[in-house]
């Protein structure tokens, strides 16, 4: 795991925080960027794709570069759970989307 510093679209990512629908672990991808200005408050923002279709707009300190190996397509699939085999064996590894739909 890494900060994230000027991410390029593509980039596999986790919520590094808890920030509107998006928990703490959740997997997700960038779609695009949203440079900032040279203002010092204004900084990059970053377009992303989370598990289950939510897509959210994130800064640099919201999420961390990391390898979760999930495809786009299984990010924006509502039903991504029917595409992994034993995904309640290998439940730590989306541990973030069974936390969130149990609510």
């Known amino acids: 795991m890494q900060l994230s ?3 390029a ?3 596999m990512v986790i ?3 808890n920030f509107g629908p998006i928990i703490r672990g959740q997997s997700g991808m960038i779609a695009s960027c949203k440079p900032g200005s040279w203002l010092p ?3 990059t923002k970053y377009v992303c794709t989370f598990l ?3 897509n959210a707009i994130a800064t640099a300190g919201q999420i961390m570069v990391f390898d979760h190996g999930c495809s ?3 990010l924006e699939d509502p039903l991504w759970f029917l595409h992994i085999r034993n995904a309640f064996a ?3 590894k989306f541990a973030a989307e ?3 739909s149990a609510h």
């Open 5 to 7: 510093a000027n991410l």
């Open 9 to 11: 679209p593509g980039a």
């Open 15 to 17: 919520a590094a925080d």
């Open 41 to 43: 408050w204004r900084r």
């Open 52 to 54: 289950g279709g939510i």
């Open 72 to 74: 786009r397509a299984m």
């Open 90 to 92: 290998d439940s730590s």
């Open 98 to 100: 069974f936390r969130r």
